[in-house]
């Protein structure tokens, strides 16, 4: 079955960075777009950024522009998250979560594969 795994979460000071990991298994990783979500508490989850099976990246946040990044390790069915100037919005649990049935980005209601979650908090 469809498995995401989350890591690389902690507690970071303002201005400092993190890189998350989602490890995949279960499925043909290297055909769809994986996309990276967020949901601070008391907030509804925001989708972030995405990247497409062939590497292209789509950003549903502007809010992360400039800041955070997002890779895919095909080798190693791994999509990477590196946030860099953390801020203290950026405080949340975050997901990374697979396409329903495409190679491509779209919109970020089409995604139905969710991880865990792994905790990011930014505080000094």
């Known amino acids: 079955q469809v498995q995401l795994v989350e890591s690389g979460g902690g507690l970071v000071q303002p201005g400092g960075s993190l890189r998350l990991s989602c490890a995949a298994s279960?499925?043909?990783?290297?055909?769809?777009?994986i996309a990276w979500f967020r949901q601070a508490p008391g907030k509804e989850r925001e989708g972030l950024l995405c990247?497409?099976?062939?590497?292209?990246?789509?950003y549903y946040a502007d809010s992360v522009k400039g800041r955070f990044t997002i890779s895919r390790d095909n080798a190693k069915n791994t999509v990477y998250l590196q946030m860099n100037s953390l801020k203290p919005e950026d405080t949340a649990v975050y997901y990374c979560a697979r396409h329903r049935s495409s190679s491509y980005c779209g919109g970020a209601l089409n995604y139905g594969y969710w991880g865990q979650g792994t905790q990011v908090t930014v505080s000094s």
């Open positions: 990247i497409a099976s062939s590497g292209d990246s789509t």
């Open positions: 279960g499925f043909t990783f290297d055909y769809y777009a």
